[in-house]
């Protein structure tokens, strides 16, 4: 990119990313930003949630000194900061909802991990950065060497230095990294790690300025339908085959092999246990680095997933669009042709009546009719004996629906697909029959299920009856199968 004084202006006054570092809410829009999208790993909010949350951080901020600047309710500058003149959030409709839903932009997250690379660190590596530099061309090199005997050479050299370090550890020199070295690589690899999930709201951004110029093709074209679905066809070919779209698929393919999620929960368990990475205190959610990879990656396959329904739908609507005026059209004149076929009349067969005004009169109109007012008679209150008990009152079940959704996405990470009963058995039912209604309704709502009316399940769990004894209960009901 030609970073000349021309585009630099034009960057200077359109880019979001630019525009927040020259706001004056700047530090109010990034650190709220960061606490409630980015170090949680959240990929979309409810208005609701978020609207609470800016007026816990304003309440704070107003209390301090000069929190005078921040008058407006919160409401209003999340509504601000996701306009067009701004572009720090991203304002839309979840499919099924009425409520708006916000996600920050990828030129928001891009300032923010900026700002954060402005604070001083205590250790700053550069021995990891030039070896994965090294990694990388000579990856590029031997990848792109066509030459059967160059290929041969390289892997020969490759194993016998494989067997020179078999051969030094089998007599006893065993080569460790000292701690400088351990905590070089362990910050490039959460530099990495984190820029890896800033780099997935981009790669959806992307997909839908790829759809976006889909819909405009299809409403803007004049030609025939078959050059049309040509032409789209094409398209969604063009987004699922870019660069991005191979890249993705192949990470995701690399991701949701339970090896490689074993594989990589057994290496961050040994290397967050070495001494001088506990030295750097990493934050809490290192460990689970790749559940975050996962969940940003799943939200990113939906969203691809609802573009191509989306685009689908759009075609089939503007297909009926054009037929439905052709078949009204060819069904009035069949209608027309039986009714007349035995009986023709004489004379005119059609008439069509001139354009008239309906009058209605103002006394044609019904009269106001008052509504009825309820008679309340007065009687006295006269105070009574409560015998009952009042314990069922605050005996009130509450079901942690993210524990049972947090049970099946790890039933189905080694699993195509897990019925109902098995969940139960893998983990039995606490709280009965409420936690038994819980999951209908995630799989009603928040998950793709199946239900198979052919068979029946039978689902057990154990209960305190009226006397307060322990007994069993089942529930016989058709097998509902979770589908990943």
């Known amino acids: 990119m030609n970073l000349d004084y021309a585009t630099l202006d034009l960057l200077r006054q359109s880019h979001p990313a630019w525009r927040l570092l020259r706001s004056d809410h700047a530090p109010l829009v990034v650190s709220f930003m960061r606490r409630v999208f980015i170090l949680p790993n959240v990929r979309g909010m409810e208005q609701a949630d978020l609207v609470e949350a800016l007026n816990d951080e304003l309440f704070a901020l107003r209390r301090q000194p000069g929190g005078e600047q921040f008058p407006k309710p919160a409401l209003e500058y999340l509504n601000d900061w996701a306009g067009n003149d701004k572009g720090w959030l991203r304002k839309f409709y979840r499919q099924g909802s009425d409520e708006p839903w916000f996600d920050l932009t990828p030129s928001t997250e891009k300032a923010i991990t900026w700002l954060g690379t402005l604070i001083e ?3 700053v590596g550069t021995e990891s950065r030039l070896l994965t530099l090294f990694q990388l061309l000579k990856q590029m090199s031997e990848g792109s060497e066509s030459d059967p005997g160059s290929r041969l050479a390289e892997l020969h050299k490759r194993r016998d230095e494989i ?3 078999i051969d030094r550890v089998l007599a006893g020199d065993i080569p460790l990294l000292d701690d400088t070295a351990v905590k070089d690589r362990f910050q490039q690899f959460t530099y990495l790690s984190r820029e890896l999930l800033s780099d997935f709201r981009q790669v959806e951004q992307n997909f839908r300025g790829l759809d976006r110029r889909v819909r405009e093709r299809i409403a803007l074209w004049e030609g025939g339908k078959g050059a049309l679905l040509e032409e789209i066809m094409g398209e969604r070919d063009l987004i699922s085959d870019s660069d991005q779209g191979r890249s993705f698929r192949a990470f995701w393919d690399f991701l949701m092999s339970s090896r490689r999620q074993e594989e990589l929960s057994q290496l961050l ?3 967050l246990a070495l001494p001088p990475v506990a030295e750097l205190k990493p934050d809490l959610r290192t460990r689970r680095l790749h559940y975050d990879w996962l969940e940003a990656g799943e939200h990113t396959q939906r969203t691809v997933a609802q573009l191509s329904q989306q685009l689908r739908r759009f075609l089939d609507d503007q297909a009926w669009l054009e037929n439905r005026r052709i078949m009204d059209i060819l069904h009035g004149i ?10 023709p009349p004489p004379g005119e067969v059609m008439t069509m009546e001139d354009s008239a005004a309906t009058i209605e009169l103002p006394l044609e109109r019904p009269l106001h009719t008052p509504a009825l007012k309820p008679v ?8 009574g004996e409560s015998d009952l008990d009042a314990t069922a009152l ?4 509450v079901i942690n629906k993210g524990e049972l959704l947090g049970h099946l996405r790890q039933a189905l990470q080694e699993r195509t697909q897990v019925t109902l009963g098995e969940l139960c058995r893998m983990r039995p039912l606490q709280q009965g029959l409420a936690e038994l209604v819980a999951y209908l309704q995630i799989a009603c709502d928040e998950f793709k299920s199946v239900v198979d009316e052919e068979a029946i399940e039978v689902i057990q769990w154990h209960a305190v009856g009226n006397d307060g004894e322990e007994c069993r209960r089942e529930a016989r ?8």
């Open 121 to 123: 660190r205590s250790f």
């Open 376 to 383: 309340i008679s007065p009687m006295a209150l006269e105070s």
């Open 163 to 165: 067997d020179n370090e």
């Open 394 to 397: 605050y005996g009130q079940l």
């Open 477 to 484: 009901l058709p097998r509902v199968i979770f589908v990943r």
């Open 334 to 343: 069949e209608t027309k042709a039986l009714a007349l076929r035995d009986f």
């Open 269 to 271: 368990e040994r290397v």
